[in-house]
Every structure is written in C-alpha cells, then in structure tokens.
C-alpha cells in the first residue's frame, strides 16, 4: 500500500481592512492640509514672520520625503506592522505638541513628528497591499487608497479653515490628535504582519546597497518616473492657477476653489474607476489608458492656451481630463514599481516616495520663475509631464520584457 506524503502548504497572510489602510493613508495628507488656512493666523498669534510659519509647511513636505527612505528599510528588517505602529504614534505626539503649542519651536517640532509619523503610513500602505494581494490582485484595492488620500487632499482645507473660524488653530491638531488615536487603536486591533520576507541587517552600507540595487532596475526606474512625471503636472497646474485666476481672469480664490473641486472630483472618478476595471485590464494597460487620457487633457489645455483662450472652462476642464487619467494609471503604476523588487519591497516603495516628493518640490520651486517668463512656456510644461510619463513607461514595459 503506497502513502503519499502532502506538502505543507504555506499559510496565507491574513488581510488587513482595506477601510482601515485608507483611514491610515489619509492620516498625513489631514494633518498636511487641513493647517494650511490657519497659517496667517498662526503667525499673528505666535508673532512670527510668515517666512517662520511657512517651515512648518515646507518641512512637513521635506521630512516626508526622508521619512519615507527610513521607514522602508525599517520595514522590511522588523516588518509591517511594528513600524507603522510606531509611526502612528510619532503622528500622534505631533498632533498633541501642535494642540498645545504656544511658541514656534514647539509649532515646528510637532510638524515633524506628524511628518515622520505619516511617511510610514505612505509607504506601508502601498507595501502592505502588494504583500497580501500580489502585483496584480493589489492594483484595484489600491485605487480606493489612492481615492481616499484624494478625498483628504479636498476636504482639509475646507475643513480646517471652518474649524480655525469657529475655534482656533490649535484645534485643528486636537482634531488630528483624535483620528490619530483612533487610526492606531485600530491598527493595534486588526492590523497583522503581512513581510514575510525579511532583510538581515539595518547597517548603512546595506540598506544604501538595496537602494543601488532597486535602481539598478530599468522597470522600477521606468515606473517610479510615469509616476512621478504625471504627478509633476499636477504640482504645476495647482501651484500657478490661483495666479493665473486672478492676474488672468480677473477672479477671486474662492473662484479658483469652486473651479478647483472639479479637478479634485476627476481625480477620485479615475481612481474609482480603476477600482472598478483593474481586474478586467492588466496593469500596464490601465497605466496606458490612463497616461493617453492626461495625454490628452494637457494637449487640450496647451492648445487653449496658444490660442489665447483664457476661461475657466479651457483651463480647468482641460485640467480635469488630465488628472482623471492620472488617476488611472498612478496607483497601477506605483504599484507596478514596487513589485519590481518584492524581496525588497518597503525600500523600493520608500525610494519611489522620496523621488515623488523631491522631483515635485523642485518643480513647486521653478513655478514663479516659469510664470515670469511665459504663463504659455508653464502650460506646455504641463503638456510635457505626461508625455514624459508615456515615455517613462514604455522604458518600463521595454524593459520588463
């Protein structure tokens, strides 16, 4: 009689809520923006110069960027769920020292906390669905990230200008204090570690190895570029319009804003979409579809504006068009970058966070320069982030071949 002997199979990674992944990807860009109304108050209220008020903007901006070098690395020697957890509570200690801050240090330090505390949760997110979910099974899931981090993006100004109206600033951190505290009870309860690959060592040397070696990947590098380029056209378009609104069109910044939640709208459609469709469409082809659209929209917008048509509907609308299609192909593509290197994935999806926020800070730099020069030469910028994100991702299918 013959016995036949089963493999033990390997066990499957218990599912986080995906509820509970978008309540922690929201987190960082609340607290971003949600104080950004407040800061000419702030600066009356601790007497400070505005240049002062505006480091804790610009170096919430930067911490994220290295935050999210750290907690790559960090994640995949001690895995997932240690280190957004300690992450969560680095947001929540900012939150509290910006609720009772009453000088300019305190203000700033407490900034950085929430900074560094958000960057685990922008790259864990995105590592944590590829871990459970696979390359392709993550790409829809990953869109309602996406669409929430957009939702966060459009109400927190909104929301903590009324809030500062009716209270004042500091209570737009103890609102922050609270969604914190509840986001890491949360992931106390429910979230599981989802790394089962780990690195062997955190020193130096090492994990600037593993940084050399994921860009040493054409496909990532080509991926983590779409990405990053189509995102530029957004930091362009947001960072001139409230200008061109104005100098331009004779408006005003609540017409800018009205106009703006049309952009913010098609943002989240296109996520939602790519929600919706992912699992019928591979990939690479969402990221194309997507990148034809932006294509697309930013070719309209130039086109307007060579004729010297200046309105909101041959700005704005145009503009819709382009971020609906960023919101395509942006989560399939971030997605598509860090499974370049699964062995290694909090640090490919760290870099690819550090890369976003660094190339978007210095295009945010060139915008009064551009404007200066030629509001016509700015638009075609725009035109030219997604057709730079065309290219970058057929260097990446190029490659992966």
């Not at 690195?199 to 054409?218: D, E």
């Not at 362009?236 to 952009?263: E, H, K, R």
């Not at 469709?277 to 504006?305: E, H, P, Q, T, W």
Request: proline letters at 5%.
């Amino acid at each position: 009689m013959q016995t036949t002997t089963q493999t033990p199979t390997k066990p499957a990674i218990q599912p986080p809520p995906i509820p509970l992944l978008t309540l922690i990807a929201m987190a960082s860009p609340l607290a971003l923006n949600a104080f950004i109304p407040a800061m000419p108050d702030v600066a009356r209220d601790l007497g400070q110069q505005i240049g002062t008020i505006q480091l804790t903007f610009t170096l919430y901006l930067l911490t994220l960027a290295i935050g999210q070098l750290i907690c790559g690395p960090l994640s995949d020697y001690f895995g997932r769920r240690p280190v957004l957890l300690v992450g969560l509570a680095l947001h929540l200690v900012g939150s509290l020292l910006g609720a009772t801050a009453d000088d300019i240090t305190q203000l700033i330090s407490g900034r950085i906390l929430q900074a560094l505390g958000g960057s685990a949760g922008m790259v864990l997110v995105r590592t944590i669905l590829l871990d459970v979910y696979g390359r392709e099974g993550a790409a829809g899931r990953m869109g309602y990230v996406v669409m929430a981090i957009a939702i966060a993006q459009a109400i927190a100004p909104t929301m903590g200008g009324y809030i500062n109206l009716w209270f004042d600033w500091h209570s737009i951190f103890y609102l922050s204090l609270l969604i914190s505290t509840l986001i890491w009870l949360l992931a106390l309860w429910r979230l599981p570690e989802t790394g089962t690959e780990k690195t062997t060592s955190l020193g130096v040397l090492p994990i600037l190895n593993q940084y050399k070696a994921v860009l040493r990947l054409p496909p990532y590098l080509g991926y983590t570029l779409s990405t990053t380029f189509i995102a530029c056209a957004f930091y362009l378009f947001v960072g001139s319009m409230p200008y061109i609104v104005v100098d331009q069109l004779g408006g005003t910044s609540a017409d800018f804003g009205n106009w703006f939640l049309c952009v913010s709208l098609a943002f989240m459609a296109g996520s939602f979409l790519s929600t919706r469709i992912s699992k019928r469409l591979r990939i690479d082809n969402m990221i194309r579809l997507g990148n034809g659209l932006s294509l697309l929209g930013g070719a309209i917008l130039l086109l307007f504006a060579l004729l010297d048509h200046w309105h909101y509907t041959t700005l704005f609308l145009p503009m819709a068009l382009l971020t609906f299609g960023r919101g395509m192909s942006q989560p399939n593509a971030q997605l598509a970058a860090i499974s370049c290197s699964t062995s290694t994935a909090g640090t490919a999806s760290g870099l690819m966070g550090f890369i976003q926020l660094l190339t978007g800070s210095a295009v945010a730099q060139s915008i009064p320069f551009l404007m200066d020069t030629s509001v016509v030469l700015l638009i075609a910028f725009i035109f030219l982030a997604p057709l730079l994100s065309w290219v970058s991702h057929r260097y990446a299918i190029r490659h992966s071949e």
